[in-house]
Nanobody, 118 residues
Framework: QVQLVESGGGLVQTGGSLRLSCAPS????????MGWYRQAPEKQRELVAT???????NYADSVQGRFTISRDNAKNTVYLQMNNLKPEDTAVYYC????????????WGQGTQVTVSS
């Protein structure tokens, strides 16, 4: 079973930057959308940003203009560049890969902690 391996979380001050990376342990099926979700304490998991295999990108309103998602299709690796970080960005960030057409596919990473101090 394919696993997603994340890296790049950590502690940063308000206004700082971090870059998250996510790579699969094996091959992903074609037409798989990749992206990032986050979950803060006592809150539901929410979408941060996604990118399709064709390059269509979607951002949550709260990160638009500060975060940039990118993807290396050759490696099926997805990145999240986070700039101008705010305390409300503090959360566990999860990588996600999902194929919506048959045969469907979904995988999650183990999560990486991002903490922004004020």
């Amino acid at each position: 079973q394919v696993q997603l391996v994340e890296s790049g979380g950590g502690l940063v001050q308000t206004g700082g930057s971090l870059r998250l990376s996510c790579a699969p342990s094996g091959s992903l099926p074609g037409a798989t959308r990749m992206g990032w979700y986050r979950q803060a304490p006592e809150k539901q998991r929410e979408l941060v940003a996604t990118v399709t295999s064709g390059g269509i990108i979607n951002y949550a309103d709260s990160v638009q203009g500060r975060f940039t998602i990118s993807r290396d299709n050759a490696k099926n690796t997805v990145y999240l560049q986070m700039n101008n970080l705010k305390p409300e960005d503090t959360a566990v960030y999860y990588c996600n890969a999902r194929r919506f057409v048959t045969p469907t596919f979904v995988a999650w990473g183990q999560g990486t902690q991002v903490t922004v101090s004020s």
